[in-house]
């Protein structure tokens, strides 16, 4: 996987938290998108990229974000980014 595709991936699951967020009312979600819009938006190197997945893995996830969802479309919505963010700590990542 290239940095650009865990990046695109990232985004795009950020976006989908994000629009759960603003149908069903959650302001922490809605929080947290806008967090990962900011960590993950000047990411150019393999190192960065990781240490930034490792972050949002270890401030989101430790809080128990990605287990605590209340509808099937926020349950996708989490499970996708956790599933972005852990590739993006892939060995197989590699530079574009």
Request: charged share 25%; proline share 1%; aromatic share 6%.
């Amino acid at each position: 996987m290239s940095i650009d595709a865990a990046l695109l991936e990232i985004r795009a699951a950020t976006d989908e938290v994000r629009t759960v967020a603003r149908a069903t009312g959650d302001s922490s979600r809605l929080g947290t998108a806008a967090w990962l819009d900011t960590r993950f938006a000047e990411i150019s190197n393999v190192p960065e990229l990781r240490a930034a997945a490792r972050d949002a893995l270890h401030l989101w996830g430790g809080m128990g974000s990605f287990s605590d969802v209340g509808s099937a479309e926020a349950h996708h919505a989490v499970e996708r980014l956790r599933l972005a963010l852990r590739r993006a700590l892939s060995w197989r990542l590699v530079l574009d």
